[in-house]
């Protein structure tokens, strides 16, 4: 059974770091493009980005571009979204996606707070 | 590719047919779009796939069509865990875009 599970909520200032992490199991990490996307309470969704673990190719959404960098380990199937500088308007549940062209697995959601 | 759903808002009762639009401002090639049901507190979750493909244990209730600019997302007859938002998806060109979903709440 294919499973992507993140890590739990984080609470954040202004300007702190931050990497959450999706560990996925139940197939090849190595097979797909896996990414992030983005609630924002009240909005609709965005993608944040998704990378391709064997050789760490990653495309950004735009308005994520340079603001966020996405990594994965393929030694234990992880991937990572990391921020260097939290802003407030970062605060969004964050899932993390496996891709088949279309999104088929959805990891259960990190929700990520930044407030001074 | 900027996805415009509509209505907004669809007030139905269990039972009754939902018709979701979904309009693309180009072409969505290979007709790579997804439709997703979210719910509060729960992961989205893939219904179609590739316009007119059900997701693996996806009721047959649920159906999409279309091609080019215009899909469709058609709910045959509400079942009561159907009330929900739902989101078309184009993956035919990145970025990958999201429409702004549509509400199906109860009438």
């Known amino acids: 059974e294919v499973q992507l599970v993140q890590s739990g909520a984080e609470t954040k200032k202004p300007g702190e770091s931050l990497k959450i992490s999706c560990k996925g199991s139940?197939?090849?990490?190595?097979?797909?493009?896996i990414g992030w996307v983005r609630h924002m309470p009240g909005k609709g969704l965005e993608l944040v980005g998704v990378?391709?673990?064997?050789?760490?190719?990653?495309r950004y959404g735009p308005s994520f571009q340079g603001r966020v960098t996405i990594s994965a380990d393929k030694s234990i199937s992880t991937a990572y979204l990391h921020w260097s500088s939290l802003k407030v308007s970062d605060t969004g549940m964050y899932y993390c996606v496996r891709q088949a062209t279309y999104f088929d697995y959805w990891g259960q959601g990190t929700l990520v707070t930044v407030s001074s | 590719i900027v996805l415009t759903q509509s209505p907004g808002t669809l007030s139905l009762s269990p039972g009754e047919r939902a018709t979701l639009s979904c309009r693309a401002s180009?072409?969505?090639?290979?007709?790579?779009l997804a439709w997703y049901q979210h719910k509060a507190g729960q992961a989205p979750k893939l219904l179609i796939y590739?316009?007119?493909s059900r997701a693996t244990g996806i009721p047959d209730r649920f159906s999409g069509s279309g091609s080019g600019t215009d899909f469709t997302l058609t709910i045959k007859r509400l079942e009561p865990e159907d009330f929900a938002v739902y989101y078309c998806?184009?993956?035919?060109?990145?970025?990958?875009?999201f429409g702004q979903g549509t509400t199906v709440e109860v009438k």
């Open positions: 180009q072409t969505v090639s290979v007709r790579y």
């Open positions: 590739d316009a007119s």
């Open positions: 998806q184009q993956y035919g060109r990145m970025p990958y875009t």
């Open positions: 139940g197939y090849s990490f190595s097979t797909n493009w």
């Open positions: 990378i391709y673990p064997p050789d760490s190719d990653t």
